[in-house]
Every structure is written in structure tokens, then in C-alpha cells.
């Protein structure tokens, strides 16, 4: 259980806690010092109890708590941050790096298959859309550049507009029991100018259509596998991993994302979804050559067991051992390259209290794990006591409602060190790299943009010894270094500081 910083009123009335921070005063008149300290300054932690039967102990709303964990996402399958450290460090094959992850498996062979999408974003509305080259609705043919409006009708049927452009002047209107807008050609691999286009919006290979799912419009994507495959390794995964080593990463990615799409059927209608919820999927103008080449030289390889395709779950980055499930846990020395392979998160006792809807915090403790890898492995409940009550919950619920990377970690009261983490890819002063698994970069903060500017690790501030975290009154962000601070505000931007500034201002605590 994290120790806590307490306070006690009589009567059982909880005081939040809370002061007037000397360094909100100073930030707010622009009177922070831009100095670079020489040291960190320790910090004493008081602990006040009361005692007697009208005494109600609650922890101060401000006070911090680190939660270090490990990993990103739910650890099931494959990490693929570990897949791409095998196949950088250590010239794994994608099959070998897919035997590892996948236990009881053998690749297998898909027969070419079809496969409907349903797109989410879309979901309530009419399918609208044009290709440069043309299409075919209702057994009609549609002029290049043309727009076609369906929307879907009871019995599998659909309504059709067909516009001169997307919102041009009528040209045909009527009905048809063949739902879908067809390319001019409905084979695999075709030309960029023969997908279809979404009137303001992105483009797909295949057939667009839609369906009614009770009474509700769906928006569909019918194509060949393959060809959906090309939009998605590269948004479920970085397509830049070929340029430092790890080709066959993207491969292991290409094999395992067409077992998890061959082995869906979640609707009526579409076998999958091109969300989270199923895996990402971003059309045709997603591609990326590096990604295609992944796809194309591992065509048609799947994981199968029993002679078909699994649900091959994968997730960004396993801490270092996968967390088991329908696949046996096995340890993940590849993770090491990850940006997340250990991290922490800075939240308050105010907010943990509200996220579980306990009221005041009293206490938060781990109370089971699943033994697998380090620190007594994945969090399985989480007991959160307030005044209000008392919350027991799974540790992906747990996970979900602190907006946590993964459900393995420990809670700490106070502010504890981050763990560095090696940096595949240079990124000189910044020290960050895409944390997500769809491939986008995070942009850096002002505290980085500024700790770049005077250095980083070999500037006056030398190295991070602690996350960038929230102010206890959310008026700004601060960031400690073995030799200082860096403050930001909205109000005066980023400043170098005197560590001792910061540090004195803030409740902290001990390991618990």
C-alpha cells in the first residue's frame, strides 16, 4: 500500500488540503529566477495523524503519486516494439520473431479472401464518394470525378444519387439491391487513380457500400485482403523500422495482422472494423513502399493453429514479458528498445479519488498480480479506498480509468525518478520517440523544446532525473535535472530555474 501524506479534522469533516505555493506567487509576478542550480535539494516528508474515534483520515488532494510502470497497451501476443528489437539487434526472421510470441502455432497459408471493413468514423450517415477514373452503381457506369450517394435501406438494398461532382447538380437518382460503389476494375493492386475517394475525405482499394446494422447506416470497405493489409501495417506499426534494421518487424507485423483479419467475423455485415476496437485500418492513402514490401513478401502467410487462422493480438510494447492469455507469456528481452519499456505517470491523490468515485483518497494499494516478469507482474486488482467508499477493480479497469500505458505498475506516494530508457532512433536533447502503435511522432514540449536548446544531457542541466509533470495547482508543468529545473506557464513561457525553487514547494513522500 503507498504511504500517504494525511490530514485530520474532527467529526469526520475531510480537509482537501491545499496552500498558496510561494512559487505560483512568484511565476504569476514574474519573479522566478532563471538560474542553473548546481544540485537537487532533498526534500522532508511530514506525516501528521490525529487519533480518536471522531478523527477521519484522508490523504491531502494535492499530494502526488508516481505510478511506475512497464509497457504499453495490453501485452497480449506480440510487442512490437520486441519484435523490432529482435530484429534489429539480433537478426531475428519474422517467422522466428512470430514463433517466439505466438506458442503453439505454425504458419499456415490463406487462400485468397475478401474482406469487409466497416468504417467507423462514418457510422449514422450516407456513404458519399467519386473515383478519378470512374465506378459503377446499380449496374450503371459513373463519369470520372462524379459523386454516388448511398444510403442504405431495409432488406439489404440502398437509395442512389449520382451528382455531377460530390455536390453538383443531380444526374440520376433510384434505388438498387446491390448496396456498393465498385471501381472500374475490382481486382487486387490496382492504380492510386482507380480507388475510391470519400467526398472530402480518404481514399480506398476495393468496393465502398453500406449496410443497416438494426436501424442504424454503416459505412463498408470490401477489398482483398492484401490489399487492406497495405493500409494497415503502416498505421499499426513505423514503417521508418526498415531503415534502422528492423525490416523483418514489419514483416512479423504484415503475418500477424492477416491472421488477426482472417480470423474476425464480428458483424452481420463486415468481418472487422478499421479502429482500435479491431485493428487500425487507414485506407489507401496510408501506404507507405517500405510497409508494401512487408505485406508483398510474406503474401499470405498466416498463424494458424489447427489449421486456422488465430487472433493474433498484438500490442505496442510488453514491458519485457507478455501477459499471457491465448498465448503462453514468455519474456520479451526485444522490449528493451522501447520508449515505454518502463515509465511513469504523476497523478494526485484528488485526482485517483475521482477517477474510482471515492471521494476523499484514504488509500490505494495493489492487491494482486499475475507473477509473470518483474515486480510481481500485471496488476489484476486494485483496491481504492475513500471517503466515500471503497473501489475493487481489475487492473485493465484500473488502467483505463487512470489513463495508464498498460496494467503493469506500482503506485508510489510522492514523486519518484524515471527510469531511462535507451533511444533506438537519435533524437539529440529531446529524448522522446513515438510512444503510440500507430506510427505518428509526439511532438515535444516546451520544457523539451527548451532543454534542447540549452544542450540536453551534456548542457548546464545535465541529465533528467525525474518525468515532466503538472504543477499541484495545474497552473503550469515543471521538469527536474541534476542541475536545475525548467518551468513552464502559459503566462511566461519556459524558464531555467533553481532546482531548490521547485523542490521546496512540493508535498512528497516515501516508497511504500
Known amino acids: 500500500m503507498a504511504k500517504v501524506r494525511r490530514t485530520t479534522t474532527p467529526r469526520g469533516r475531510i480537509d482537501r488540503g491545499g496552500r498558496t505555493s510561494p512559487i505560483r506567487w512568484a511565476l504569476a509576478l514574474g519573479t522566478v529566477p532563471a538560474l542553473l542550480a548546481a544540485g537537487a535539494v532533498g526534500v522532508v516528508v511530514t506525516d501528521t495523524r490525529g487519533s480518536g474515534p471522531d478523527v477521519a483520515v484522508a490523504v491531502a488532494a494535492d499530494t502526488p503519486f508516481t505510478v511506475s510502470g512497464r509497457g504499453n497497451g495490453h501485452g497480449r501476443g506480440m510487442g512490437q516494439w520486441g519484435a523490432y528489437g529482435y530484429a534489429r539487434n539480433d ?16 504458419l499456415g497459408q490463406l487462400a485468397e479472401t475478401r474482406i469487409g471493413v466497416r468504417l467507423v468514423g462514418l457510422d449514422g450517415g450516407t456513404l458519399n464518394a467519386f473515383s478519378d477514373t470512374g465506378a459503377r452503381v446499380a449496374g450503371r457506369d459513373v463519369a470520372p470525378g462524379d459523386g454516388v450517394h448511398l444510403t442504405p435501406t431495409p432488406g439489404g438494398g440502398a437509395g442512389v444519387v449520382v451528382t455531377r461532382g460530390c455536390d453538383g447538380e443531380v444526374l440520376w437518382q433510384g434505388a438498387t439491391d446491390h448496396p456498393w460503389i465498385d471501381p472500374v476494375d475490382l481486382g487486387p493492386d490496382r492504380p492510386a487513380n482507380e480507388h475510391l475517394t470519400l467526398c472530402g475525405g480518404a481514399a480506398y482499394r476495393g468496393s465502398l457500400g453500406v449496410a443497416l446494422d438494426g436501424a442504424e447506416p454503416r459505412v463498408l470497405n470490401n477489398l482483398d485482403i492484401e490489399d487492406y493489409l497495405l493500409g494497415v501495417v503502416p498505421v499499426e506499426a513505423r514503417a521508418d523500422w526498415a531503415d534502422t534494421g528492423g525490416a523483418e518487424a514489419l514483416r512479423a507485423q504484415a503475418i500477424a495482422a492477416r491472421s488477426y483479419a482472417a480470423a474476425e467475423h464480428r458483424y452481420p455485415y463486415a468481418e472487422t472494423c478499421d479502429t482500435q476496437d479491431c485493428q487500425v485500418y487507414g485506407g489507401s492513402e496510408k501506404e507507405d513502399p517500405r510497409t508494401t514490401e512487408a505485406v508483398r ?14 487472433a493474433a493480438e498484438f500490442s505496442s510494447s510488453t514491458g519485457g514479458y507478455t501477459a499471457g492469455g491465448d498465448f503462453d507469456a514468455v519474456e520479451d528481452l526485444g522490449d528493451s528498445l522501447s520508449p515505454n519499456h518502463n515509465w511513469t505517470q504523476t497523478l494526485t491523490a484528488g485526482e485517483i479519488g475521482k477517477a474510482f468515485g471515492v471521494g476523499e483518497l484514504h488509500s490505494v494499494s495493489v492487491v494482486e498480480r499475475n507473477n509473470l516478469g518483474t515486480d510481481g ?12 467508499g471503497t473501489a475493487r477493480v481489475s487492473g485493465k479497469e484500473a488502467r483505463s480509468k487512470l489513463g495508464l500505458k498498460s496494467d503493469w505498475f506500482t503506485v508510489t506516494e510522492g514523486l519518484v525518478p524515471a527510469t531511462p530508457v535507451p533511444d533506438p532512433a537519435p533524437a539529440p536533447g529531446l529524448e522522446r520517440l513515438a510512444a503510440g502503435v500507430h506510427g505518428s511522432e509526439v511532438a515535444p514540449t516546451e520544457i523539451e523544446k527548451k532543454y534542447a536548446e540549452i544542450g540536453g544531457p551534456d548542457g548546464p542541466l545535465g541529465k533528467p532525473v525525474g518525468p515532466e509533470m503538472s504543477m499541484p495547482d495545474e497552473a503550469g508543468r515543471f521538469r527536474m535535472f541534476e542541475g536545475g529545473a525548467i518551468v513552464w ?12 525553487v521547485v523542490i521546496s514547494e512540493l508535498p512528497t513522500g516515501s516508497d511504500g
Do not use: C, F, M, N
Open 91 to 106: 537478426g531475428w526472421s519474422a517467422e522466428r520473431i512470430v514463433g517466439h510470441y505466438y506458442s503453439g502455432t505454425e
Open 377 to 388: 507482474g500485471r496488476v489484476t486488482t486494485l483496491e481504492v479506498v475513500g471517503s466515500d
Open 489 to 500: 506557464t502559459e503566462t511566461l513561457g519556459v524558464q531555467v530555474v533553481d532546482a531548490s
Open 297 to 310: 513478401s510474406t503474401a499470405g502467410k498466416v498463424i494458424t493453429r489447427g489449421g486456422q487462422p488465430v
